[in-house]
C-alpha cells in the first residue's frame, strides 16, 4: 500500500533563512510522481514543486529545491530565503503512474517568525 | 482562466440528511477529483471522473457518491450523514488526469450536527 509520512507536524523558520520539510513515502511501484503542495489559510492548495521519479535531478522551482533520494524513499523540500508569505501548512503527495488517485501525507504547518 | 470552483463554502446540516456538493474545473480540464480533509486523516481520495465516468475511486463506503455532466462539471453526495463526515471536502481538476498536476478548488466546509 502506498502510504506518505511526513514526521514534522510543526516548523518554524526564521525569516530569510532556510528550512526543510521531511516526507517519506512507501511504494513498490518504479514509476511514481511526488509533489509538494501548500495550503494557506484560503484552503486553496497550490502546486509548490513536482518531482517525477525517474529523473534524477532534483527539481527546482525559485526558492524551492527538493532532496530526492528514490532508494531510501524520501523526498524532503528545501525552502531557502524564508519569507512570511511561505507561512501555510505544507503537503508532500504521491501519485502512481497509473492514475490520478494522490496518496497525501498529514501536513507539516510552517510558521516563519519576522 | 478562471480557476477551480467549489459551491458552497459552509455547509451545517444535522445527521441522516443527505447533502450535494458541486465543482467547476478549469475550462478544458477533463479530470475531476474529490479528496476529504479532516485535521487527523489529511487528505484522502474520494474517486475521480473523467469524461462522465468514474475511473478510480477511493476506501469510502457507499453514501459518499458522485457523478460528472458532459461540460465537466462534478457532483459529489454523501447520504445519510454521520457526524464523522464533518470534514474540508476539496475538488481537483487536471487536463486528463495522469501524473498531472492538481489544480484545487477552495473547498466546501461540511459541519454535520
Known amino acids: 500500500a502506498q502510504t506518505v509520512t511526513q514526521s514534522q507536524p510543526e516548523m518554524s523558520v526564521q525569516e530569510a533563512e532556510t528550512v526543510t520539510l521531511s516526507c517519506t513515502y512507501d511504494?513498490?511501484?518504479?514509476?511514481?510522481?511526488l509533489f509538494w503542495y501548500k495550503q494557506p489559510p484560503s484552503r486553496q492548495m497550490i502546486l509548490v514543486i513536482r518531482q517525477e521519479a525517474y529523473k534524477q535531478q532534483n527539481a527546482t522551482e525559485n526558492r524551492f529545491s527538493v532532496n530526492f533520494q528514490k532508494a531510501a524513499k524520501s523526498f524532503s523540500l528545501k525552502i531557502s530565503d524564508s519569507q512570511l508569505g511561505d507561512a501555510a501548512m505544507y503537503f508532500c503527495a504521491y501519485s502512481p503512474n497509473t492514475g490520478n488517485q494522490f496518496y497525501f501525507g498529514t501536513g507539516t504547518s510552517l510558521t516563519v517568525i519576522p | 482562466k478562471a480557476g477551480v470552483t467549489q459551491t458552497p463554502r459552509y455547509l451545517i446540516k444535522t445527521r441522516g440528511q443527505q447533502v450535494t456538493l458541486s465543482c467547476s474545473p478549469i475550462s478544458g480540464h477533463r479530470s475531476v477529483s474529490w479528496y476529504q480533509q479532516t485535521p487527523g486523516q489529511g487528505l484522502q481520495f474520494l474517486f475521480e471522473y473523467f469524461s462522465e465516468t468514474q475511473r478510480n475511486k477511493g476506501n469510502f463506503p457507499g453514501r459518499f457518491s458522485g457523478r460528472q455532466f458532459s461540460n465537466s462539471r462534478s457532483e459529489m453526495n454523501v447520504s445519510t450523514l454521520e457526524l464523522g463526515d464533518s470534514a474540508l471536502y476539496l475538488c481537483?481538476?487536471?487536463?486528463?488526469?495522469?501524473?498531472?498536476?492538481?489544480?484545487f478548488g477552495s473547498g466546501t466546509q461540511l459541519s454535520v450536527l
Open positions: 511504494t513498490s511501484e518504479s514509476d511514481y510522481y
Open positions: 481537483a481538476s487536471s487536463l486528463n488526469g495522469r501524473d498531472e498536476k492538481l489544480f
